[in-house]
């Protein structure tokens, strides 16, 4: 069992940034990979960057490379997800997901290969 708590969200302009957090309990952020997904209403949840269990292998949508930057403390069991540059469409509830399998070197974009989920996290971005 792996418990997610997100943290981080919240209300601001178009450019700003803000960081989220994803931690992680039962198992720790070096066991376990860590994808973040987001939910716009009346949309699907759409995958939005990963990183592996061991910070080796990171991946981003294309929607948000060269904005989203997503790191790891192993220390706090947190993996970030830093937003930069955020535009209108970003808004959404923010998810932080882990696979049920341990040290799974490649993480998947889909949301059926998650089975442990946080409660979310609402950014919104006004333009």
């Known amino acids: 069992q792996v418990q997610l708590v997100e943290s981080g969200g919240g209300l601001l302009q178009a450019g700003g940034s803000l960081r989220l957090s994803c931690v992680a309990t039962?198992?720790?952020?070096?066991?376990?990979?860590i994808g973040w997904f987001r939910q716009a209403p009346g949309k699907e949840r759409e995958f939005v960057a990963a990183?592996?269990?061991?910070?080796?292998?990171?991946y981003g949508a294309d929607s948000v490379t060269g904005r989203f930057i997503i790191s790891r403390d192993i220390d706090k069991s947190t993996v970030y997800l830093q937003l930069n540059g955020l535009k209108p469409e970003d808004t959404a509830v923010y998810y932080c997901a882990a696979p049920r399998r341990p040290f799974t070197a490649v993480m998947s974009t889909e949301t059926e290969w998650y089975a442990y989920w946080g409660q979310g996290t609402q950014v919104t971005v006004s333009s």
């Open positions: 039962g198992r720790t952020v070096s066991s376990v990979g």
């Open positions: 990183i592996n269990w061991s910070g080796t292998g990171k």
